[in-house]
């Protein structure tokens, strides 16, 4: 237990679904990032917010769409995703100096 | 922008072997190191994290790392590594004006009984 929590862990979604992820922490960290983790890459940072606002969208699709409505919570909000978009994403949160704390992750499968 | 290179993707390795994974970053500034850990199936995890002070770091289950401003390196080390050491190993780095860490690409020892 990290005091990061993702839900789901698994998920399962068509080309045409939607569907979101959702991170939360009780950690009082102020930063919050969405990480993709796919086979054989190294981890992509997507989305940072820091103080609920974002500072970082690495040039990520707009068919995935990050929100933060406060300091505990962030979700990744996912439609019209492609086959290569599965992967690991991973949520972390970190009080400054990087030093991040971990979800477990949800395992995104696009069928 | 600043890198990180892990150069052994793949190690597999014996039960007492010792061990020794690469990482080299490219920012030539003052830099936050970490080493994580992603045991099979389990979340990311702190092995261990450089700031400032003595660059030999000790960190949990018996890893260390050096770092080496010269080389631009922070190579983790263990003197003899367990079955249950079997798992991906993450370099992380991040610069001093920044909070959030780049990542090398991982690697993954795999350690036999």
């Known amino acids: 237990e990290t005091g990061v929590t993702q839900t789901p862990r698994h998920l399962v979604m068509g080309m045409t679904n939607k569907k979101s992820l959702k991170c939360e922490q009780h950690l009082g960290h102020n930063a919050m990032y969405w990480y993709k983790q796919s086979a054989k890459k190294p981890l992509e940072l997507m989305f940072v917010y820091n103080f609920k606002e974002q500072t970082e969208n690495n040039s990520v699709p707009s068919r995935f769409s990050p929100e933060c409505p406060n300091s505990s919570h962030l979700f990744l909000h996912l439609h019209t995703l492609q086959p290569e978009d599965s992967a690991l994403y991973l949520c972390?949160?970190?009080?400054?100096?990087?030093?991040?704390?971990f979800g477990q992750g949800t395992r995104l499968t696009v069928v | 922008a600043q890198s990180v290179s892990q150069h052994n993707h793949h190690v597999i390795l014996s039960e007492a072997a010792s061990l020794e994974l690469g990482c080299n970053y490219s920012?030539?500034?003052?830099?936050?190191l970490f080493w994580y850990v992603q045991y099979p199936g389990q979340h990311l995890q702190l092995l261990l994290k450089y700031f400032s002070g003595d660059p030999l770091v000790k960190g949990i289950k018996g890893f260390e790392a050096e770092f080496i401003k010269s080389k631009f390196s922070f190579n983790l080390r263990k003197p003899s590594v367990q079955w249950s050491d079997t798992a991906e190993y993450f370099c992380?780095?991040?610069?001093?004006?920044?909070?959030?860490?780049?990542f090398g690409r991982g690697t993954s020892l795999i350690v036999h009984p």
């Open positions: 972390a949160s970190s009080q400054g100096l990087g030093l991040a704390f």
């Open positions: 992380a780095v991040n610069s001093g004006g920044s909070y959030i860490p780049t």
């Open positions: 920012y030539g500034g003052t830099v936050n």
